[in-house]
C-alpha cells in the first residue's frame, strides 16, 4: 500500500478501511504501544535503581552511627 493512501484515509463512518489498510493501522499502533511499553519499563527499573541506591546510603549511615556509638 502507497504511504500516501495509508495517509490519506481518515476514520469516519461513510468509509471503511480495506483490510490492508487496517492491518497497516493495526502493525502501527502494535509498535507505538510496544516502544511505549519498552520505555515505561526503562524508567521503572532507572527509577527503582535510584530508589536502591537511597536505600543503601541511609542503611549504611545507620550502620556508621551504630559503629561510632558503639566504639
Known amino acids: 500500500m502507497l504511504e500516501k493512501e495509508m495517509n490519506s484515509y481518515r476514520f469516519v463512518s461513510s468509509e471503511e478501511p480495506s483490510d490492508e ?3 497497516q493501522i493495526m502493525m502501527e499502533a502494535a509498535m507505538e504501544a510496544n516502544q511505549r511499553k519498552r520505555r ?3 524508567e521503572y527499573f532507572s527509577q527503582m ?3 536502591i ?4 546510603e541511609r542503611w549504611a549511615e545507620r550502620i556508621n552511627q551504630v559503629k561510632n556509638n558503639l566504639l
Open 21 to 23: 489498510m487496517l492491518e
Open 53 to 56: 541506591d537511597v536505600k543503601r
Open 49 to 51: 535503581m535510584r530508589n
Open 40 to 42: 515505561a519499563d526503562e
